[in-house]
């Protein structure tokens, strides 16, 4: 057993009622003792400019460090359009920057995408996959976590309402658990 993680919970939706923020609230809900989990918030970054490189904004120079700070990172995303909302690639985009001095290099990662209709943002889970190889992010291959229908997936306390899903989130965050230790790097 190796000590308590920190795991930064990056959210790609901004709007209040977001169905992935309550899903991430759930999911610190479900956390095993091994894992601590906050969000850290990517609503106050300005859009990225190659410009910053040499002298990055406060904002951009806080949210870096909250990325190093972490030792992994999990995204739970809606899907845009078949792919991975802008705003989230704007904070993926601005942590890799300035070449070379990358904040995402060696993390353990995963990916959590939520959508109210069916097929549960499997087009966003994957673009998101995409940019992660070239970032050097280890991804948890399995279970993969689709989540669709989720319009109707919350009670009102924001709990997870259906026993399937919160019973795949369960083995989900055990299995990241171990996926962190062993991708770690020391
Ligand atoms: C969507 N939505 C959507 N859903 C989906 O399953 N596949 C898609 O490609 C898209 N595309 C899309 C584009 C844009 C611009 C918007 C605003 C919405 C619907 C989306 O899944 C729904 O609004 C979710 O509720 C968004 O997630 P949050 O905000 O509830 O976390």
Same mark, same amino acid.
């Given at each position: 057993m190796?000590?308590?993680?920190?795991?930064?919970?990056?959210?790609g939706?901004?709007?209040?009622?977001?169905l992935?923020r309550?899903?991430?609230h759930?999911?610190?809900?479900?956390?095993?003792?091994?894992?601590?989990m906050?969000?850290?918030e990517?609503?106050g970054?300005?859009?990225?400019?190659q410009?910053?490189?040499?002298?990055?904004p406060?904002?951009v120079?806080d949210?870096?460090?909250?990325?190093?700070?972490?030792?992994?990172?999990?995204?739970?995303?809606?899907?845009?359009?078949?792919?991975?909302?802008?705003v989230?690639?704007?904070?993926?985009?601005?942590?890799?920057?300035?070449?070379?001095?990358?904040?995402?290099?060696?993390?353990?990662?995963?990916?959590?995408?939520v959508?109210?209709?069916?097929?549960? $943002?499997?087009?966003? &889970?994957?673009?998101? #996959?995409?940019? @992660?190889?070239?970032?050097?992010?280890?991804?948890? *291959?399995?279970? +993969?976590?689709?989540?669709?229908?989720?319009?109707?997936?919350f009670?009102d306390k $924001?709990?997870i309402a &259906?026993?399937s899903? #919160?019973d795949? @989130?369960?083995?989900?965050?055990?299995?990241f658990? *171990?996926w962190? +230790?062993?991708?770690?790097?020391?």
């Amino acid at each position: 057993m190796g000590t308590q993680k920190n795991v930064a919970i990056f959210v790609g939706s901004l709007r209040k009622e977001s169905l992935n923020r309550k899903m991430a609230h759930a999911l610190i809900g479900l956390a095993p003792p091994s894992l601590k989990m906050e969000i850290v918030e990517i609503g106050g970054l300005p859009l990225y400019n190659q410009d910053f490189d040499p002298d990055p904004p406060q904002p951009v120079r806080d949210f870096k460090q909250r990325v190093q700070a972490a030792d992994a990172v999990l995204f739970i995303t809606p899907e845009y359009n078949r792919s991975v909302p802008g705003v989230l690639k704007n904070a993926i985009d601005t942590a890799s920057r300035p070449y070379g001095q990358s904040a995402w290099e060696g993390k353990p990662g995963a990916v959590i995408s939520v959508s109210p209709g069916k097929i549960g $943002g499997f087009g966003a &889970n994957h673009h998101l #996959r995409q940019s @992660m190889v070239f970032l050097d992010v280890p991804m948890m *291959q399995q279970p +993969e976590a689709y989540i669709g229908g989720a319009g109707e997936l919350f009670d009102d306390k $924001g709990g997870i309402a &259906n026993d399937s899903t #919160r019973d795949l @989130m369960q083995k989900f965050l055990q299995a990241f658990a *171990q996926w962190i +230790e062993r991708n770690a790097r020391k």
